[in-house]
């Protein structure tokens, strides 16, 4: 089986390059998707649908828009990674799991010691929860191996 992993959060670290690359270096099947990790382009995925516009209507227009690929590839995916980082509140990491958790799309959550209470309720649904990317390579493997 090929299996399709999706990788959602936090876009300021290298910890995607870190999982991708741990998979290749153990030859696994897996496939990996994501949001749009670009800040700008991601902001600016609904400017095509009308004059340029700032605060609220471009982030709504703009978010639609996003969820378009979101929402499919979680919905297409085997498992889901959701990465919360240390410098920015990531909103729609905790979106994603509580979509992953509505589909029964197992995930693993992503973060640091120091943010366990505010996330309890996100790992409370999560199959597991990593402290790094290299624990989430051994659940990746773990789980596609046995």
Known sequence: MHWNIYLSGEIHTDWREQIIKGCEALELPVSFSSANT???SSDAAGDVLGPQCEGFWRDHKSAKINAIRIKTLIEN????????????KQWNAAFDAGFCAALGKPYVTLHSEDIIHPLKEVDGSAMGWATTPEQVVEVI???IQG
């Not at 498992?79 to 410098?87: E, L, N, S, T």
């Open 38 to 40: 670009d800040h700008d």
């Open 77 to 88: 995916c085997d498992m889901a990674v959701i990465r919360f980082g240390d410098k920015y």
């Open 141 to 143: 493997r773990y789980t």
